[in-house]
């Protein structure tokens, strides 16, 4: 990262086109995220380089929806960055875990959540298409 300006931060409904383009959500959907705080935003030099969308589960306990890092900028140490940003967030908000997931046939992902602090918690058999199963992780902090 050397001298670059790296910032996490809520994103704003300027960022909207950014924090929606894998197309998953509306944007209406992703706008009143933004609105609720469930957005999150990794700049580097004033230029968007990923994002984090969070849901509860239950209404109650947060859970990333989706992480996503802009080819050519992973690996870098952005995710932990826009994490930690996340972590801090929650804690302000009295939370004290954060819940994920990826699907069983995914080792990167699987591999990311181990290498920033999460445990498996357990596994839905079955629940993607084609009969996929999904591995739940847990982070206390």
Known sequence: MGS???IARLATIEDLAFVSQEGY???????????QEECFLVEVNDESVGYLRLE??????????????QTGHQK???????????LE?????GQ???????QVDEPAPQAWH??????ETG??????EGGIGEIFFRMDF
Request: net charge positive.
């Open 4 to 6: 670059q300006n790296v």
């Open 89 to 93: 967030t929650l804690r302000k908000k």
């Open 76 to 86: 870098q140490g952005y995710s932990r960055i826009l994490l930690d940003f996340v």
């Open 56 to 69: 509860y589960l239950w209404s109650l306990i947060p859970y990333i929806a989706l992480i996503h890092i």
């Open 96 to 102: 004290d875990s954060l819940y994920s997931s990826s």
């Open 114 to 119: 181990r290498h920033m602090g999460f445990e």
């Open 25 to 35: 959500l509306s944007q209406d959907h992703v706008a009143r995220k933004i609105s």
């Open 123 to 128: 596994v839905i058999n079955g629940i993607n």
